[in-house]
């Protein structure tokens, strides 16, 4: 079945350390994005990335980097500058810039940094 | 003030009542979209809207361009539909694909 994998479910961040989460999809869709969701706030946009090897900055990219080097994949790495790494992340795709496509989402990842 | 707002932010009902969540927005918008969100966490798209109305089993959602508001219904609710219900839409111009998101409607249904 086509869908959205994100790994891991749960991770668990040292001060200091990098973290990659993973975000595969295989729904060949050309967009792919990521988001962070606080408790009572809406999600919000970190990066996105409408096709291969090409992405854009969201509402709040700061201390957190991306790559996107397959259709397939779009790797979200929380670096040590993000302050409050502390979240909930979502990883989305569509089939790009057109309004009228559906966005399948991933499960999630919980991050807590310890 | 946010650009999308929903209400009521909580919401609890008993088995079999009707429930209605709104969603009502300040921008220009080319779709939007009723998402679920499980405790678990994940993310399912329930609707995608520009216009009228769309029904999908027992879930039912509208919208009213003129007056930007959209609302989900939820027919003979089960415990089942507990979860948290999101309203985003995608902003009409926009040079990407977007969506600002609602702050979402927790909804448990009690047997």
């Known amino acids: 079945d086509g869908g959205i994998t994100q790994s891991p479910k749960y991770l668990f961040r040292k001060e200091g350390q990098n973290v990659t989460l993973s975000c595969e999809q295989n729904?060949?869709?050309?967009?792919m994005y990521w988001y962070r969701q606080d408790p009572g706030q809406g999600l919000r946009l970190i990066y996105y990335s409408q096709i291969v090897n090409d992405f854009q900055k969201g509402d709040i990219a700061e201390g957190y980097s991306v790559s996107r080097e397959k259709k397939e994949s779009f790797p979200l790495t929380v670096t040590s500058a993000q302050k409050n790494p502390t979240a909930f992340y979502l990883c989305?795709?569509?089939?790009?810039?057109?309004?009228?496509?559906?966005?399948?989402f991933g499960e999630g990842s919980w991050l807590t940094v310890v | 003030k946010n650009e999308v707002e929903q209400s009521p932010q909580n919401l609890t009902a008993q088995e079999g009542e009707f429930i209605t969540i709104n969603c009502s927005y300040s921008v220009g918008i080319s779709a939007l979209h009723w998402l679920q969100q499980h405790p678990g966490g994940g993310i399912v798209s329930l609707f995608m809207l520009s216009s009228g109305k769309k029904k999908h089993g027992r879930l039912i959602a509208t919208i009213n361009i003129q007056e930007k508001h959209s609302s989900l219904h939820i027919t003979a609710s089960h415990p089942r539909d507990s979860a948290v219900y999101i309203c985003a839409v995608r902003n009409y111009g926009g040079a990407t694909n977007k969506l600002i998101f609602g702050t979402g409607t927790l909804l448990a249904v009690q047997p």
């Open positions: 729904l060949n869709h050309d967009a």
């Open positions: 989305a795709s569509n089939f790009g810039r057109h309004g009228g496509n559906t966005i399948y």
